[in-house]
C-alpha cells in the first residue's frame, strides 16, 4: 500500500505516493524535483541568478523564510551525516555561532548570526537528500523550526531516473503560473541587467481562465500568482552575515558524495499534523 500526504511517512518519495499529483494543486509548489507545501498566509518568492535564470524558491511566513532543496545521493543514504559536519564548519568558519541539535529526523545544524538564526534540516530518501533551510530574526525561533518541520514533513520528491553525480542539485522547474511570474519580473530588468524602477515590487495577477476554477484562497496557486521575484541586487537576504545557500550548495555539495554511512532512521510522525493539532488544542 502506498503512502499518502499527512499519514507521518514525509517527506515522500513521489514514486510512494498514492494520493496524485493533481490533487496537491492548490496546497504544493511543484518545482520538479521537489512538491513543496505552502503556508497559510504566507507568500513566495523567486530568486534570480545573476544571468537572470530562477535558481531557488522560498516561502516567506510570519516568522521566517523557507527553502526547500532535493539533491541526488548515493544508493545507500547517508549524505546528510556527511553533509552535517562540512556545514557546521563552514558557518563556524564564516562567524556564526553554530550548534548541532537532535531533531525530527535526526541532527539539524543551527547557525545563529547578528540579528537572526539559520536552520538546516536534512532527510535521505531513495537515491536523494531533501534539506530545508529556515532563516528568520531573532525572536520566536521555536516556531519557525517547528514550521519549517512541518513543511518538510509534507514534502514530496520527484527523484526522476535521470543519473545525477552525488551531491548534485536536483533540476528547479517552475509551474508556468510562477514562470510567468518571473517573465514578467525579466521584462523590467534593463539592458544592462539592473532593475528598472519598481522592479523588485511583487508583480502580481489573478489566476487566469486556464487554470481550474476550484482554486482555493490562498493556497498554493494563488500565492505563485502573486509571487515576488528577487534578481540578486534586490534580493534582500543578500546581506545577511553568513554564507549564502549558494555559496553553502558550492562549498558541501559540489564535491563526489564521500564514505558511505548508515542512513538516520526515517521520519516517526508528520510535523505538519501535529503542528496543525496544537493549534487547535489552543
Known amino acids: 500500500m502506498g503512502q499518502r500526504i499527512g499519514d507521518t511517512a514525509g517527506p515522500y518519495d513521489i514514486n510512494d505516493l498514492d494520493t496524485p499529483t493533481e490533487d496537491l494543486a492548490n496546497s504544493h509548489l511543484d518545482l520538479g524535483s521537489v512538491l513543496v507545501p505552502v ?10 541568478s545573476a544571468d ?10 510570519p516568522v521566517g523564510r523557507i527553502g526547500v532543496h532535493a539533491f541526488a545521493a548515493p544508493r ?3 549524505l546528510w551525516r556527511e553533509v552535517v559536519k562540512e556545514l557546521a564548519e563552514s558557518l563556524r568558519a564564516e562567524g556564526a555561532t553554530t550548534s548541532i ?9 543551527v547557525a545563529a548570526v547578528p540579528g537572526g538564526e539559520h536552520r538546516f534540516i536534512g532527510v535521505d530518501g531513495p537515491r536523494w537528500m531533501v534539506r530545508c533551510v529556515a532563516s528568520g530574526p531573532e525572536g520566536d525561533t521555536e516556531s519557525l523550526a517547528q514550521l519549517a518541520r512541518a513543511v518538510l514533513a509534507e514534502t514530496v520528491v520527484r527523484r526522476g531516473d535521470e543519473p545525477f553525480p552525488p551531491r548534485d542539485m536536483l533540476p528547479l522547474v517552475l509551474p508556468p503560473v510562477l514562470a510567468e511570474q518571473v517573465a514578467a519580473a525579466q521584462e523590467q530588468l534593463g539592458e544592462d541587467g539592473a532593475p528598472a524602477a519598481g522592479a523588485a515590487s511583487p508583480v502580481r495577477r489573478s489566476a487566469p481562465a486556464s487554470e481550474p476554477e476550484d482554486v482555493v484562497a490562498g493556497g498554493a496557486v494563488e500565492q505563485a500568482a502573486a509571487a515576488t521575484v528577487f534578481t540578486e541586487d534586490t534580493d534582500p537576504a543578500a546581506d545577511e552575515d553568513t554564507l549564502s545557500e549558494d555559496e553553502l550548495d558550492a562549498e558541501l555539495l559540489g564535491d563526489d558524495a564521500a564514505e558511505e554511512e548508515p542512513a538516520p532512521a526515517p521520519s516517526k510522525g508528520s510535523a505538519m499534523a501535529r503542528l496543525r493539532s496544537r493549534r487547535k488544542r489552543r
Not at 503556508?39 to 534570480?48: D, K
Open 39 to 48: 503556508v497559510e498566509g504566507g507568500q513566495v518568492t523567486v530568486e534570480m
Open 52 to 61: 537572470h535564470q530562477p535558481e531557488a524558491v522560498y516561502l516567506i511566513t
Open 76 to 78: 545507500t543514504g547517508g
Open 101 to 109: 541539535r537532535d531533531g525530527h529526523w535526526g541532527r539539524e545544524v
